[in-house]
């Protein structure tokens, strides 16, 4: 394999860095001051950064790198598609065969009727396109009213205006006006923390229910759509409990509803099945897919539609697209990745070897004295961290205080995993082996076992 490894020395790029790139989700000035950590190369689950330093990624990237890193179908793919076609535009009554074939492959996948996918450059150009289609759809169906868009808090749908109006990020809300008008958002069924002394079912429940009470609110006329990521994950891989989506679903079948799943990070594998609708089962009526979609190797997202609303969408002109839907290279790396995902076992690998050892080694961790609750489903999972077990009591400290010094711990003992206030979240490549599972375990220990040692040294585990 052809390498590029006469890259500038790591001062040098930190310094450009800090001087041009502008990165998202980041305080600039602290992390000029410091210098960005250069990734240079990856393979399999392993990054190695500019120093030759070997990390393993427990976050698959950001969530999509199912696949793994390195494969070289992938390239090959990619490289043979931008010399037989590199772009052509779907827009003006067009099409070209890596789209054709994606869409009708991503339809025998989907469950139910789900057969047509309108693609896009990400999940948040995605979500944008949902947000046109559910009201274009009402409007279409002579219901112009039924506009509104219910979410939830702490829920993520991306970054852009629209999908960051759909997602329930207190922090994103605060900056540049949003949530748009039409867009309200009802609580998360996040048990640890906001679960209290109730129960779990019932507390399911109780948060299912504020849907209908808020379609009530609404009024049934107004609303058009729901949407859930079936696990959140940036949220903190908030697996709801197992009461929550049954009655979501009931309220939706009994409510003119749409019910819209955002598969970005559950879907293609991420919790053992194709999609987590399956896992959980949810019978949506829009998809959002993204990440694992191409395994993060070109950038693609889509929203995929049920028959019926198809129809209707389709019965006048959809005034909506990107220069880049249905993107030939990025289609034909999805098509190769969806494929080697089936043919490789590696779908079958995450639920039946990979998933159940990672939940044994994540049960183990469970009882480490900084651990208030580790959760995991297929190949997503949280540690929640917390100076007292019994209670789930928070740190003395600001929330993220303890999550950021774990993450640093993990980092310089070589495992990349992320932290959302005061808890660790992970969600590798689905093609982890147990030696790997054995490698992130005996990292993770070692990088809570610090952290606890300075909590303790600085009084926060009182
Ligand atoms: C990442 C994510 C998105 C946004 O996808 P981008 O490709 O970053 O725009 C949307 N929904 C969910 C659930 C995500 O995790």
Redesign the pocket.
């Known amino acids: 394999m052809k390498r590029i490894d006469n890259h500038l020395p790591t001062a040098d790029l930190q310094r450009l860095d800090a001087a041009h790139h502008m990165h998202p989700f980041t305080n600039g000035a602290e992390l000029n001051e410091k210098g960005a950590r250069v990734i240079t190369r990856a393979n399999g689950v392993m990054l190695t950064d500019s120093e030759g330093v070997e990390i393993l990624d427990a976050m698959a990237g950001?969530?999509c790198v199912n696949l793994g890193y390195g494969r070289k179908e992938l390239a090959d793919v990619a490289a043979a598609q931008m010399l037989q076609l590199p772009f052509y535009n779907t827009f003006f009554q067009t099409t070209h065969p890596p789209v054709v074939a994606l869409a009708a492959r991503i339809a025998e996948l989907a469950p139910g009727d789900l057969n047509h996918t309108f693609f896009a450059g990400?999940?948040?150009?995605a979500?944008d396109t949902n947000i046109r289609l559910v009201r274009q759809y009402w409007a279409l169906m002579g219901k112009p009213d039924k506009k509104v868009i219910i979410s939830r808090k702490n829920a993520?749908?991306?970054?852009s205006m629209g999908?960051g109006s759909l997602g329930g990020m207190a922090g994103m809300h605060a900056q540049g006006g949003m949530p748009i008008p039409d867009i309200t958002h009802i609580d998360q069924p996040y048990w640890y923390s906001e679960g209290g002394d109730m129960d779990p079912a019932e507390f399911g429940l109780e948060r299912a229910r504020q849907l209908e009470a808020e379609i009530e609110r609404l009024g049934e006329g107004n609303v058009a759509a729901f949407i859930a990521?079936p696990i959140q994950?940036?949220g903190a891989v908030i697996i709801p409990p197992e009461t929550y989506w049954p009655e979501i679903q009931r309220i939706c079948d009994e409510h003119e509803i749409l019910l819209i799943a955002?598969e970005?990070?559950c879907g293609f594998g991420r919790t053992g099945n194709w999609f987590g609708s399956q896992t959980l089962g949810i019978r949506p009526d829009i998809m959002?897919i993204?990440?694992g979609l191409s395994s993060g190797y070109q950038p693609i997202?889509g929203s995929v539609i049920s028959d019926p609303i198809a129809e209707v969408i389709n019965s006048d002109e959809f005034a909506h697209g990107y220069t880049y839907s249905g993107h030939p290279v990025a289609c034909a790396v999805a098509l190769e990745n969806l494929r080697l995902l089936d043919e490789d076992g590696i779908i079958d690998h995450a639920r039946d070897v990979a998933g159940p050892y990672l939940a044994q080694k994540w049960a183990e961790l469970g009882n480490h004295p900084l651990v208030g609750e580790a959760r995991i489903i297929g190949m997503m999972a949280a540690l929640e961290l917390t100076p007292n077990k019994a209670t789930r009591a928070p740190f003395k400290a600001d929330a993220g205080t303890v999550g950021l010094r774990c993450r640093e711990r993990c980092f310089a003992n070589g495992v990349i995993m992320r932290h959302v206030r005061d808890t660790m979240i992970i969600s590798p490549p689905l093609i982890m082996t147990k030696d790997d599972i054995d490698m992130l375990f005996e990292r993770a220990v070692k990088s809570l076992d610090e952290t606890l040692a300075g909590l303790k040294s600085d009084g926060l585990m009182a």
Do not use: C, M, R
């Open positions: 950001l969530w990400s999940g948040s150009e979500n993520y749908h991306g970054s999908s990521e994950g940036a955002d970005v990070i959002t993204a990440k997202g």
